[in-house]
């Protein structure tokens, strides 16, 4: 990434890994694109509203706190946490089609608690 923005200073470069937002910021990335910012935008336009201040302690808190939730994502499933976290919310929005099962009980109990907690 650093590499494009270098040889193409004029463009407008995008982080796309939600769990390296803050990463991309630093090295010169203009915006970010993810899945967690459907349901955690607000948490992503304070972590950079904070970078754009140099309040960089503010900024890694927000982005060590947006991991926590992905890192759960990734054990149950991106795709699936996701929608799940979307349904808790109020936004119904079904399940994921085959290949994938549905998230397990317990699954969604730990999703739940993250969310609570990290959100």
Do not use: W
């Amino acid at each position: 990434m650093q590499r494009i923005i270098s040889t193409f200073p004029d463009k407008i470069v995008f982080i796309g890994h939600d769990e390296d937002v803050l990463s991309g910021l630093v090295i010169g990335a203009k915006a970010a694109i993810g899945s967690t910012f459907n349901f955690m935008a607000e948490k992503f336009i304070a972590l950079q509203h904070h970078f754009q201040q140099l309040e960089i302690e503010q900024a890694q808190k927000l982005q060590r706190d947006a991991n926590k939730i992905i890192d759960v994502l990734i054990k149950v499933g991106v795709f699936k946490g996701i929608k799940a976290i979307l349904e808790m919310l109020g936004f119904p929005c079904g399940y994921c089609r085959k290949p994938f099962q549905p998230l397990l009980n317990e699954d969604i109990q730990l999703v739940a608690e993250t969310i609570k907690t990290y959100r």
